[in-house]
């Protein structure tokens, strides 16, 4: 039976004065020093996908849904092909995954290049440009579409509490192998236990599963 119960202090939130300040902070750093060392990286990502597929864009960006419902730009590597969003009615019959979200192990949308930069997480790089301006954290709920968001329930809507992230307990706890509901649950129990020190160590957990993949597609 699904879950329907609010169990989030809303007003415990806003009071991690510390925790907030030291969040952003860690954000800030650690994303620009991303964005510095990953540099070649992000070369050889960008000639690949043109290599690929040359009359493409390198990046591709879409409208996500953050923190207390606030719509923002997300940018990531282009990992499909360049009609993917209006190709995606004629496969919604075909998700696999319950729930407000849609997943497809052999999603046809997806290019050679793609396949490759999503099962390692690559794909996603460019969102530390997000953290940087802020309306992403390196950890925290997946920032979900905007049409998702529209079938939630009151309880699927505490995962709009705190900022999304670029990584969480649902992408390094089994990722496209969970469901739905599973990934609510997950979320919510990072916003109440969330600290410093949980986010360092998803963060590292996270280098592990871009190395050695646990259902990413």
Known sequence: MRM????????????????????????VIASIAGL???SPLFLVVA????????RGPIFYSQIRVGKSGRKFRMFKFRSMVTNADQLLKELEEKNEIDGAMFKLKSDPRITKVGRIIRKYSLDELPQLVNVVTGSMSLVGP????????EKYSDYDKQRLLV????????QVGGRNDVDFDEMVKLDLNYITHRSTFLDIKIMFETVWVMVKPNGAY
């Open 4 to 27: 329907s119960v609010l169990n989030i202090d809303v007003a415990k939130l806003k009071k991690q004065y510390i925790y907030i300040f030291l969040k952003r902070l860690i954000d």
């Open 142 to 149: 997946r920032p979900p579409l905007v049409h998702e968001v």
């Open 36 to 38: 510095i060392i990953l």
């Open 47 to 54: 000639l690949c996908i043109k290599i690929d597929d040359p």
């Open 163 to 170: 900022k999304p992230g670029c990584t969480g307990l649902w």
